[in-house]
Nanobody, 123 residues
Framework: QVQLVESGGGLVQAGGSLRLSCVAS????????MGWFRQGPGKEREFVAF???????GYTDSVKGRFTISRDNAKNTVYLQMNSLKPEDTAVYYC?????????????????WGQGTQVTVSS
């Protein structure tokens, strides 16, 4: 049974940093693309970042230069380092895993999803 478990969320002041982690179990994902999405209050789930099996990465424009996605295949873990956080980054952040080496910003590219971790940025 595949499981993705996020951690690292919390309450932080604007300008602060958080590091989210997503640990996968049930199978290895070293050959699969991984992604982070978020869903703010009253909003639809939106793409944040992806990292492909070849370590190629992509970001939504609003987080470029502030967020960094990375992975540790030995730990079956993907990270999202979030710096210079803004109140508009407040959301539940979800980890996702694709069933193939590449993926894009589309939600439908991803097969497995975590339960999410809350990030709240105060002004």
């Amino acid at each position: 049974q595949v499981q993705l478990v996020e951690s690292g969320g919390g309450l932080v002041q604007a300008g602060g940093s958080l590091r989210l982690s997503c640990v996968a179990s049930g199978r290895t994902f070293s050959s699969n693309a991984m992604g982070w999405f978020r869903q703010g209050p009253g909003k639809e789930r939106e793409f944040v970042a992806f990292i492909r099996s070849d370590i190629n990465t992509g970001y939504t424009d609003s987080v470029k230069g502030r967020f960094t996605i990375s992975r540790d295949n030995a730990k079956n873990t993907v990270y999202l380092q979030m710096n210079s956080l803004k109140p508009e980054d407040t959301a539940v952040y979800y980890c996702a895993a694709a069933s193939r080496p590449w993926a894009t910003q589309r939600l439908t590219d991803y097969t497995y999803w975590g339960q999410g971790t809350q990030v709240t940025v105060s002004s």
